[in-house]
């Protein structure tokens, strides 16, 4: 039998408040809450660009978001960093 999983997307756009607490998603709104889990992380430095008026880039120069940077974070895992991302 298959069973049909909807993406992380689609959650996401079913139910927003779950995963992004009451406010209004927006660009601005995540891509600061990346950067700052990227320097929790111990990224040094952190970029945002504003791309258009929907879309930001973040970058920084280590990667804080992959399973080889768990290691290297000294036990900051990813879900820390996910989880961090949603309003408290």
């Known amino acids: ?12 756009r079913k139910n927003p408040s779950l995963y992004l607490g009451n406010v ?5 709104l995540q891509a600061t809450r990346l950067a700052e889990n990227a320097l929790i992380a111990g990224a040094l430095r952190v970029e945002l660009r504003r791309l258009d008026a ?7 120069e280590s990667d804080w978001i992959t399973p080889s940077a768990q290691k290297a974070r000294k036990g ?3 879900r820390e960093v996910f989880t961090g991302l949603m309003p408290q």
């Open 76 to 78: 900051l895992f990813l």
């Open 54 to 60: 929907r879309w930001m880039a973040v970058s920084a």
């Open 24 to 28: 209004a998603p927006s660009p601005f």
């Open 1 to 12: 039998m298959d069973v049909d999983m909807p993406t992380a997307l689609e959650l996401i």
